[in-house]
T-cell receptor, first 110, second 117 residues
């Protein structure tokens, strides 16, 4: 079993829909990252969380440390949000090296 | 927030040549930088941890002589792919660790796509 699991693996939705991507992990962490990777490969760091909730524009990220779970939400989704969203966690005991989820491929149709 | 840049963003080279990729922290000092590699349709894989002024720590299975890492300053780490072959074609991403008081935050570069012909 992977230490970081993302769901769903693939998600297709219509423009305007509310999107939720989930990330569950099984190790103790010091932080959790959400990143966005566009088809060309470029990586954009969206959030780094260690507790609670963060919001940036239409993006919201939450984390529940007790349940070892994080969610990334996109409100009023738009085709330009189409990308792969990757969750990664910084393991508490391994010098902050990251454990990566497999990613969620999101397609927003106009 | 802090910014990490990579140069070049993409490179095409012939088999047998060496390619250098730079990772820079633009507005902070990073004693630790990480290099990742991403194969098509796969997650990122940690290649090595780069500490300023000392030798990089490579993950199991990563060839040290193939992937040379130099962290010569607090704002620059370089990854050199030596004698590149088509199987080295991949997406390479670096990240840099910023320490503010006792909190470490990792910032990612945008990545470099390497294609070896």
């Amino acid at each position: 079993k992977n230490e970081v699991e993302q769901s769903p693996q693939n998600l297709t939705a219509q423009e305007g829909e509310f999107i939720t991507i989930n990330c569950s992990y099984s190790v103790g962490i010091s932080a959790l990252h959400w990143l966005q990777q566009h088809p060309g490969g470029g990586i954009v760091s969206l959030f780094m969380l260690s507790s609670g909730k963060k919001k940036h524009g239409r993006l919201i990220a939450t984390i529940n440390i007790q349940e070892k779970h994080s969610s990334l939400h996109i409100t009023a989704s738009h085709p330009r949000d189409s990308a792969v969203y990757i969750c990664s966690v910084a393991h508490m005991d391994s010098n902050y090296q990251l454990i990566w989820g497999a990613g969620t491929k999101l397609i927003i149709k106009p | 927030g802090a910014v990490v840049s990579q140069h070049p963003s993409w490179v095409i080279c012939k088999s047998g040549t060496s390619v250098k990729i730079e990772c820079r922290s633009l507005d902070f000092q990073a004693t630790t930088m990480f290099w990742y590699r991403q194969f098509p349709k796969q997650s990122l894989m940690l290649m090595a941890t780069s500490n300023e002024g000392s030798k990089a720590t490579y993950e199991q299975g990563v060839e040290k002589d193939k992937f040379l890492i130099n962290h010569a300053s607090l704002t620059l780490s370089t990854l050199t792919v030596t004698s590149a072959h088509p199987e080295d074609s991949s997406f390479y991403i670096c990240s840099a660790m910023q320490r503010v008081y006792s909190t470490d935050t990792q910032y990612f570069g945008p990545g470099t796509r390497l294609t070896v012909l």
